[in-house]
């Protein structure tokens, strides 16, 4: 009985806690400034990134993406491991990223940016092969 009651009280709590801690990584909510949704749905989220010349953000994180460059821009992104990666995107450039949680900081000018991100497997990804029927001979 108490260990049903523990697991339950587990349960809430991660339940409770759980979006706190997603949101927190949330680029939207840890960089409002820059961060604007222009549409989202099942599948993708769009955002509009506008971010000024020296501005930084805190750590946040990105599912999977395509990131379109409108403007030229300069960058250092530093990772949870301490690391930290230089990085560089010319106007007109488009450039697919693997998940990362990072903070960034702006070393160029305004960076103007387009990104989509990915949610979940798309459902024609998820669908799988159907064997061949065979045809019967009447």
Do not use: C
């Amino acid at each position: 009985m108490k260990v049903t009651r523990l697991i339950i009280l587990l349960a809430a709590m991660m339940w409770v806690l759980a979006p706190g801690v997603a949101s927190a990584q949330d680029p939207v909510k840890v960089a409002p400034q820059d961060y604007k949704v222009l549409l989202e749905n099942d599948h993708v989220r769009v955002l509009e990134i506008t971010v000024k010349a020296g501005a930084k953000e805190a750590m946040h994180s990105h599912p999977a993406y395509v990131l379109y460059f409108m403007s030229d821009g300069k960058g250092k992104y530093s990772f949870p491991d301490g690391s930290t990666k230089e990085i560089e995107g010319k106007a007109g450039q488009t450039l697919w990223g693997d998940p990362v949680t990072h903070a960034f900081e702006n070393t160029g000018g305004d960076v103007h940016a387009l990104m989509v991100e990915m949610k979940g497997p798309h459902k024609m990804m998820q669908k799988k092969a159907e064997e061949p029927k065979k045809m019967e001979k009447k």
